[in-house]
Nanobody, 126 residues
Framework: QVQLAESGGGSVQAGDSLTLVCTAS????????MAWFRRVPGKERAFVAA????????YYAASVEGRFTISRDNAKNTVLLQMNNPKPEDTNVYYC???????????????????WGQGTQVTVSA
């Protein structure tokens, strides 16, 4: 059974750093496009960052480009989201997602992803 478990969320001050960890079981993160999304009230989840299974190409939402970094540790079967200089507007629930890339895939689209974690809360205070 596939499970994605997020951890590392919490409360931080603006400008501090925080690292979210997605620990996968039942799948190998090296064989999936992996991504982070966050909640958007009344809408599909908003794309934050992704890393592809081939070439480990990375993609970022414009709002986090230059501040957040996504990476993958195949040995630990984890995906990390390093959040540098977080801002109050980054306050949200962050979700880890995995795409087996068997169908049409657009890394920024939540509908491309087959497996989701339960989310972890990040609160950034000014």
């Amino acid at each position: 059974q596939v499970q994605l478990a997020e951890s590392g969320g919490g409360s931080v001050q603006a400008g501090d750093s925080l690292t979210l960890v997605c620990t996968a079981s039942g799948l190998s993160v090296s064989n999936y496009n992996m991504a982070w999304f966050r909640r958007v009230p009344g809408k599909e989840r908003a794309f934050v960052a992704a890393i592809t299974r081939t070439d480990s190409n990375t993609y970022y939402a414009a709002s986090v480009e230059g501040r957040f970094t996504i990476s993958r540790d195949n040995a630990k079967n984890t995906v990390l989201l390093q959040m540098n200089n977080p801002k109050p507007e980054d306050t949200n629930v962050y979700y880890c997602a995995a795409d087996d890339v068997r169908g049409l895939t657009v890394v920024q689209y939540a509908t491309s992803y087959d497996h989701w974690g339960q989310g972890t809360q990040v609160t950034v205070s000014a």
